[in-house]
């Protein structure tokens, strides 16, 4: 604490507040907190309730399947342009272990890692370049 400071300065009176609590000294005024929050014990409704007053939501469109209907698409999850089939991983035609100086990206498919894919990799699909294939 800074010598400089006077902490009983500080406070203000009770002869400079609005405030008149009936004590000389606004220092001697304390506190007493409750023996217990008054509504701690009463007043819950326990999970059981609240999950018993949920309503289901009511979808909005009950047109389609419900596989991937979305209102601004034509619906489906897979189309001509995404395609079924997932891919594994990617590795470069060099397995990765060269410099990549052609201005192409090749890569193989190498399947599908015994782990976890990530985001990217799970976005990945083969998409046939004859449509009726």
Do not use: N, W
């Not at 400089?4 to 000389?24: K, M, W």
Request: hydrophobic share 30%; aromatic share 4%.
């Amino acid at each position: 604490m800074r010598d400089d400071i006077d902490s009983e300065s500080d406070q203000l009176g009770p002869e400079d507040t609005l405030v008149d609590r009936g004590v000389a000294d606004v220092l001697d005024e304390g506190y007493s907190p409750a023996e217990k929050p008054s509504s701690f014990y009463d007043g819950h409704e326990s999970l059981d309730g609240r999950l018993a007053r949920e309503v289901p939501d009511e979808p909005l469109d009950t047109e389609g399947d419900g596989i991937g209907d979305a209102s601004d698409t034509d619906g489906e999850r897979y189309d001509d342009e995404v395609g079924e089939v997932r891919v594994g991983r990617l590795v470069a035609t060099d397995e990765g272990s060269g410099i990549d100086t052609d201005e192409y990206l090749y890569a193989r498919d190498v399947g599908i890692d015994g782990s976890a894919a990530s985001a990217e990799e799970a976005a990945v699909h083969v998409v046939a370049d004859d449509p009726e294939s």
